[in-house]
């Protein structure tokens, strides 16, 4: 099985800021990773797909890269309403893994 | 507008069994792959199950094979996941997602999802 890793596990930032966040795979995943926004009482959100496809209607201010086995999701200009848990998961294994998220909390 | 809407949770004892019902609109549910995701309390999110367009093949993660099954009725739109042999640890908010039909797709929309509660 594929291990997939998120770092950091938590970040603090403030409006405006620009952040980004880490994926890496245990192999190579090609470009099958995907991003994916979670608010508490919330449906997931699909934001990235093939590592670096903006989902429609997702903000400009999101975008991704990688391939192989690192990943990043960065976020500029950071919203209010981008406060929430950040997850990769890779769709080359039928074992479809997620990363173990990342808190994006306001500083 | 597309909607996932899951059905079927609640309160069951260890060792029970337990069906959940994801019902779909808006969008071609003969051309998509289902997933169910679920996410423990205080956890992250874990994929446990796909199902492809036409129901002829399934996967599963490892904590759940040959407990769970899913399986799907394409004229209802819908999608299951029978729950047996129900442990503690299955606590979980449960998700249902949809995919394009594909190898390497991802989930592009999500239900709400449904808590299950596995406790004596």
Known sequence: D??????PSSLS??????????????????????WYQHKVGRAPKL???????????????????GSGTDFTLTI???????????????????????????????? | DVQLVEFGGGLVQPGGSLRL??????????????HWVRQAPGMGLVWISRI?????????ADAVKGRFTISRDNVKKTVYLQMTSLRVEDTAVYYC???????????????QGILVTVSS
């Open chain 1, 2 to 7: 594929i291990q997939m890793t998120q770092s």
């Open chain 1, 13 to 34: 930032a403030s409006v405006g800021d620009r952040v980004t966040i880490t994926c890496r795979a245990s192999r190579s995943i090609l470009s099958h990773l995907n």
């Open chain 1, 47 to 65: 934001l990235m797909f093939a590592a670096s496809s903006l989902q429609d209607g997702v903000p400009s201010r999101f975008s991704g890269s």
């Open chain 1, 76 to 107: 500029t200009g950071l919203q209010p309403e981008d406060f929430a848990t950040y997850y990769c998961q890779e769709s080359y294994t039928t074992s479809q893994t997620f990363g173990p998220g990342t808190k994006l909390e306001i500083k």
């Open chain 2, 21 to 34: 019902s994801c019902a779909t609109s808006g969008f071609d549910f003969n051309d998509s792959w289902m």
């Open chain 2, 52 to 60: 492809i367009s036409d129901g002829s093949s399934s996967n599963y």
């Open chain 2, 97 to 111: 997602a949809r995919g394009p039909s594909y190898h390497g797709s991802w989930m592009d929309h999500w239900g």
